[in-house]
């Protein structure tokens, strides 16, 4: 874990609001302040990680809760029957620019592949 604070922790401690589409005592789902689909969301654990990486070692209710909550919001935006995207990225070259572990939901047009 890492001791710099980010835009998640800020935004966990309501320093800075957002747009929450779900929250529990394990996980927030809100929207992205700049979405690359009509619909973007990002889903954060509230036990801080720095990336996928650090999956390995936590507990696995953090990782589970995590994954479970991303589902549950898409299930709630009604996302299933269309299709949708759940990307992390993952260090400089993997596109991560937050270093918190975070899940992007995208949604609402055709999404290419290869992403990037």
């Known amino acids: 874990?890492?001791?710099e604070v980010t835009i998640f922790d800020r935004i966990l401690a309501?320093?800075?609001p957002?747009?929450?589409v779900y929250e529990n005592e394990h996980i927030l789902a809100f929207h992205d302040v700049a979405p690359q689909a009509p619909v973007h969301v990002l889903?954060?654990?509230k036990h801080k990680l720095v990336s996928f990486s650090d999956l390995a070692d936590a507990p696995a209710e953090v990782v589970s809760q995590l994954f479970q909550g991303a589902s549950q919001v898409a299930h709630q935006l009604g996302l299933a029957e269309n299709g949708?995207?759940?990307v992390i990225n993952t260090?400089?070259?993997g596109g991560q620019t937050v270093n918190y572990i975070h899940l992007h939901i995208l949604a609402g047009?055709?999404?290419q592949?290869?992403?990037g």
């Open 18 to 20: 957002a747009n929450k």
């Open 113 to 115: 592949w290869p992403p």
């Open 84 to 86: 949708y995207r759940v």
């Open 1 to 3: 874990m890492s001791d």
């Open 91 to 93: 260090g400089h070259e």
């Open 43 to 45: 889903v954060i654990p």
């Open 14 to 16: 309501g320093e800075i």
């Open 109 to 111: 047009r055709p999404l």
